[in-house]
């Protein structure tokens, strides 16, 4: 620590910072452009001047930057002195000299980054009479709008997207006040997190296209914590609805998992919750609606008069929904609702988790890691935050080359020049290319049982001592040599693996990695398993039994009514299999917010809320328990599908919070999930948290076509947030804050106001409870049995070369089963096809587009060849989680092509 003096006060501040950095984490208003946490410093804009003075006795200083300057002991600045004010004044001046009077009518209006700076400096008056000049927009495709006029040519777009996120489709082009910043020529932006782009840039010159089909301004834009429910990571975002609607995702910072980035899927799957999908009102096969009582005393009574029922429960609802259908139905009766793969994969996993010597790191820890094994798991795809999160992990060694050099670590232009291509190593084993392999130190393409077998060889070359042999040639050798040498010289090693390669040989082998390295260092190996769906570890902890093993108890007769929550039972199982069960069932509840196949194929419907209308708990990969809050409440009969299960089993539940201490105290698991957010009893001086900001306008105009006068607003009894714009604003606790703002801070910068340090943990902590640490088990018993792994793997790695395995590929926009209903992820969703390498195509006297019959458990496919160089040899791919083709699981199998 040391103590400096900015404007004749004294603040205790960190050496090793930069001045601007250490001026907002002491919430002092410094203007700034170019300069963003994630990004570091280049000094572009020059919009944070300062006057630094050389001792005590200087009384004139001079002009610095403050993003470029780094405080130590001793030093003086001046915010406020009259040049350095008038410095900045003159700098907005000349950058809004083009910009467009366009505020009333711009998206970013009330948020904007901008307005905020300009206001900031004084500068209410424009003296420039000239001719601005004008540029062409393009068409960025389905997810961004591009108004170049705005640009005030600050660089964070392409500072972000090229150098934090690895893209290469968005260039700066010309120079002076003519650059220009797009696409060599119109088109979609390719990387996976162009959606940040709204939130990065400073002005209006990328918004939202998503947003703008349904706009509103964010002052009347009701909000609330929540989560992400596209995938296991559990990113943080804060929803907003207007007029019943869900109208955007906004990032919310976490300093543990998503910091200041989602992923484009995460960002614009919402409008789920908009589609015309949605199930709105009950519905019975062959009868008139009843009502909302009628309902619950149908299903009450079909219940009672039920001789066997099994509830099939769902990773994507909440713990306390699968809570409530495991005790309508009894432990015994309870079907977790996996694929069979992932069932297998998830419980090694957890097993792993729970007994072996390892610690799931989050997102903040995976970018501190210093070398990485990644098998098995297309992880851009499967789980792109972690992808990004992984993309900043290599630049650690150039942080170690710039820590020598004693450059700063946020000179990020200086640290990008001293580093070059130099980064800490990546190795990457999966059955194709990636979008990280532009990154890694070395690439292994293979099978599922090579991948595997490559994870034990590691293993075997990390502890020699193991007596366990493997024939393996000299280049597969060499390269698990060089894997494990990196994993033992490095400081922070991880282990990245997951369910995407849908074998539990590949998970299995990752954990012996894991568990070898760990007994070899003497503490935890950092691994993160990648899971498919927002509580799939959570519904796995709760423990139940297979899907087949429902399957079975009705075929046998032992079960003559199911239940089942939240799942599309088609995107588990082959279709004739799934037909079968639903038909031989005597009766077939389902609870749900879309109606899918097998809610079409129900003699009940009950409509469920989706995670916007409704309040509950979810368990992510890293084995954080996180709440997510109720954005608007649900209308017409739907209801939270704990309400539905309780009512018909006669519990005395009356709201969540009660169903969410049950379940922590019958099942010890959980015992941890109330401490995941405050109770519905909190208030901060007696008041509730409002979930509308308080510039909220016109709520009596809202529902002017249908009451002359305000209604009431909804009551929320059962939540500390208020669906009102009274309340707290001030000392929310960050499990609790729908949205930042503070004076003087209306964009998405004013988390800064939030954080306890400027891009680390905020103030209060991160919200979430972790569920899983690290056994205290030896590491060693856990690192035994390799042999008999590798001695099943030997019978498959000799198949025969004119047979194909069929595998899955991920795709970040399709393969997830909610976000595929927004129109624009639709745009971008492949279309199904079947992948073979060049090779095996050729021998199949094949060529691209060329169409091909499969046949699988019963079912037929006609699908067009894509022939993919980047895939392993043998191996037939398929696009991962398209509708009817979502159950295709690769397994021990291989696979004859036939016309």
Same mark, same amino acid.
């Given at each position: 620590m040391a103590e400096i003096e900015i404007d004749g006060q004294h603040y205790s501040i960190r050496t090793g910072d930069n001045l601007l950095k250490t001026c907002l984490e002491q919430r002092l208003d410094l203007p700034y452009f170019c300069w963003h946490p994630a990004l570091g410093s280049v000094g572009a804009c020059r919009q944070c001047a300062v006057i630094q003075y050389q001792n005590a006795e200087d009384q004139r200083g001079r002009l610095v930057m403050a993003c470029m300057t780094p405080v130590a002991e001793g030093m003086r600045f001046s915010l406020q002195d009259p040049q350095a004010q008038g410095f900045r004044a003159g700098i907005i001046e000349l950058l809004m000299s083009n910009h467009p009077h366009d505020c009333p009518v711009c998206e970013e209006g009330g948020e904007c980054h901008l307005q905020d700076m300009t206001e900031m400096t004084g500068h209410t008056f424009r003296q420039y009479r000239g001719r601005k000049r004008t540029h062409r927009n393009q068409n960025l495709g389905p997810f961004i709008n591009h108004e170049m006029n705005r640009c005030i040519a600050c660089y964070r777009c392409v500072r972000y997207y090229q150098d934090y996120c690895g893209g290469h489709d968005l260039q700066v082009f010309a120079a002076h006040h003519h650059v220009y910043f797009g696409r060599h020529e119109d088109g979609a932006l390719e990387n996976e997190f162009s959606g940040n782009l709204v939130e990065v840039c400073p002005t209006g010159v990328f918004t939202d296209k998503t947003f703008s089909r349904h706009y509103t301004r964010k002052w009347d834009l009701q909000s609330a914590p929540s989560i992400c429910p596209h995938c296991a990571i559990g990113c943080n975002i804060s929803p907003g609805e207007r007029y019943g609607t869900l109208r955007r995702i906004a990032n919310r910072y976490h300093g543990e998992i998503n910091g200041y980035f989602l992923c484009d899927r995460g960002r614009f799957g919402y409008e789920f919750v908009n589609s015309?999908?949605?199930?709105?009102?009950?519905?019975?096969?062959?009868?008139?609606?009843?009502?909302?009582?009628?309902?619950?005393?149908?299903?009450?009574?079909?219940?009672?008069?039920?001789?066997?029922?099994?509830?099939?429960?769902?990773?994507?609802?909440?713990?306390?929904?699968?809570?409530?259908?495991?005790?309508?139905?009894?432990?015994?009766?309870?079907?977790?609702?996996?694929?069979?793969?992932?069932?297998?994969?998830?419980?090694?996993?957890?097993?792993?988790?729970?007994?072996?010597?390892?610690?799931?790191?989050?997102?903040?820890?995976?970018?501190?890691?210093?070398?990485?094994?990644?098998?098995?798991?297309?992880?851009?795809?499967?789980?792109?935050?972690?992808?990004?999160?992984?993309?900043?992990?290599?630049?650690?060694?150039?942080?170690?080359?710039?820590?020598?050099?004693?450059i700063p670590r946020w000179q990020d232009a200086a640290v990008r020049t001293c580093a070059q291509s130099q980064g800490s190593p990546l190795f990457i084993a999966s059955f194709a290319a990636t979008r990280l392999d532009d990154v890694a130190t070395d690439t292994y393409r293979g099978g599922p049982e090579e991948l595997a077998r490559l994870g034990y060889a590691v293993a075997r070359h990390l502890n020699p001592a193991a007596q366990e042999t493997m024939e393996l040639n000299p280049e597969f050798d060499e390269l698990a040599a060089r894997i494990a040498s990196a994993l033992k010289s490095a400081e922070r090693p991880l282990i990245v693996?997951?369910?995407?390669?849908?074998?539990?040989?590949?998970?299995?082998?990752?954990?012996?990695?894991?568990?070898?390295?760990?007994?070899?260092?003497?503490?935890?190996?950092?691994?993160?398993?990648?899971?498919?769906?927002?509580?799939?570890?959570?519904l796995a902890m709760m423990g139940g039994h297979s899907l087949a093993e429902a399957f079975l108890a009705v075929e046998r007769g032992e079960a003559k009514t199911v239940i089942v929550l939240e799942n599309d039972l088609y995107r588990r199982a082959a279709k004739p299999r799934v037909k079968n069960f639903l038909e031989q069932a005597g009766h077939v509840v389902v609870i749900d917010h879309l109606l899918h196949e097998t809610a079409q194929q129900a003699e009940l419907v009950l409509a469920a809320t989706t995670f916007a209308e409704s309040e509950g708990t979810w368990v992510s990969s890293e084995g954080r328990a996180?709440?997510?809050?109720?954005?608007?409440?649900?209308?017409?009969?739907?209801?939270?599908?704990?309400?539905?299960?309780?009512?018909?089993?006669?519990?005395?539940?009356?709201?969540?919070?009660?169903?969410?201490?049950?379940?922590?105290?019958?099942?010890?698991?959980?015992?941890?999930?109330?401490?995941?957010?405050?109770?519905?009893?909190?208030?901060?001086?007696?008041?509730?948290?409002?979930?509308?900001?308080?510039?909220?306008?016109?709520?009596?105009?809202?529902?002017? *076509?249908?009451?002359?006068?305000?209604?009431?607003?909804?009551?929320?009894?059962?939540?500390?947030?208020?669906?009102?714009?009274?309340?707290?604003?001030?000392?929310?606790?960050?499990?609790?804050?729908?949205?930042?703002?503070?004076?003087?801070?209306?964009?998405?910068?004013?988390?800064?106001?939030?954080?306890?340090?400027?891009?680390?943990?905020?103030?209060?902590?991160?919200?979430?409870?972790?569920?899983?640490?690290?056994?205290?088990?030896?590491?060693?018993?856990?690192?035994?049995?390799?042999?008999?792994?590798? *001695?099943?793997?030997?019978?498959?790695?000799?198949?025969?070369?004119?047979?194909?395995?069929?595998?899955?590929?991920?795709?970040?926009?399709?393969?997830?089963?909610?976000?595929?209903?927004?129109?624009?992820?639709?745009?971008?969703?492949?279309?199904?096809?079947?992948?073979?390498?060049?090779?095996?195509?050729?021998?199949?006297?094949?060529?691209?587009?060329?169409?091909?019959?499969?046949?699988?458990?019963?079912?037929?496919?006609?699908?067009?060849?894509?022939?993919l160089p980047n895939l392993t040899r043998g191996l037939a791919g398929i696009p991962a989680g398209l509708p009817e083709m979502a159950w295709v699981e690769q397994g021990p199998v291989f696979w004859d092509l036939g016309g």
């Open positions: 015309d999908r949605r199930i709105h009102r009950s519905l019975l096969r062959n009868q008139p609606p009843l009502g909302m009582k009628g309902v619950v005393n149908l299903f009450s009574n079909l219940l009672k008069k039920s001789d066997g029922i099994i509830g099939i429960a769902s990773p994507r609802a909440s713990l306390e929904a699968n809570f409530a259908l495991r005790e309508l139905v009894g432990a015994e009766h309870f079907h977790l609702g996996f694929s069979g793969s992932e069932q297998v994969q998830i419980a090694a996993i957890l097993d792993i988790l729970r007994q072996g010597p390892v610690r799931v790191a989050s997102l903040r820890e995976v970018e501190q890691a210093d070398a990485i094994f990644m098998l098995g798991e297309d992880v851009a795809n499967t789980a792109p935050r972690l992808a990004l999160s992984l993309r900043q992990a290599i630049r650690n060694e150039a942080f170690a080359i710039a820590d020598r050099l004693k693996s997951g369910t995407g390669c849908q074998s539990p040989s590949v998970t299995r082998a990752a954990g012996q990695v894991a568990c070898v390295l760990a007994d070899l260092r003497g503490k935890p190996s950092a691994v993160h398993f990648v899971l498919p769906e927002c509580n799939s570890l959570g996180q709440r997510y809050f109720a954005v608007f409440p649900p209308t017409d009969e739907i209801q939270d599908s704990w309400r539905w299960l309780g009512k018909a089993g006669g519990k005395s539940w009356r709201s969540i919070e009660e169903v969410t201490k049950d379940c922590a105290e019958r099942l010890p698991a959980f015992r941890a999930i109330t401490w995941a957010a405050p109770e519905a009893g909190f208030r901060i001086n007696g008041q509730k948290i409002p979930r509308q900001p308080h510039r909220y306008s016109g709520r009596t105009a809202m529902l002017a *076509q249908a009451h002359t006068h305000e209604p009431k607003q909804p009551a929320d009894e059962q939540s500390p947030l208020a669906y009102s714009m009274e309340g707290a604003l001030a000392g929310r606790p960050p499990a609790l804050n729908p949205s930042v703002w503070a004076p003087g801070w209306n964009s998405s910068q004013a988390v800064n106001q939030f954080q306890a340090e400027i891009g680390g943990h905020l103030n209060g902590g991160d919200p979430g409870m972790r569920l899983i640490e690290p056994s205290a088990e030896n590491p060693s018993e856990l690192a035994t049995g390799m042999s008999d792994a590798i *001695q099943n793997l030997a019978p498959i790695m000799n198949r025969q070369a004119w047979r194909l395995r069929l595998v899955p590929l991920y795709h970040v926009f399709g393969s997830e089963e909610l976000s595929m209903l927004s129109p624009a992820l639709a745009e971008r969703t492949p279309n199904p096809y079947l992948a073979l390498h060049p090779e095996d195509a050729s021998a199949l006297d094949l060529k691209e587009g060329d169409t091909v019959g499969i046949k699988l458990a019963g079912q037929q496919w006609r699908l067009p060849v894509l022939i």
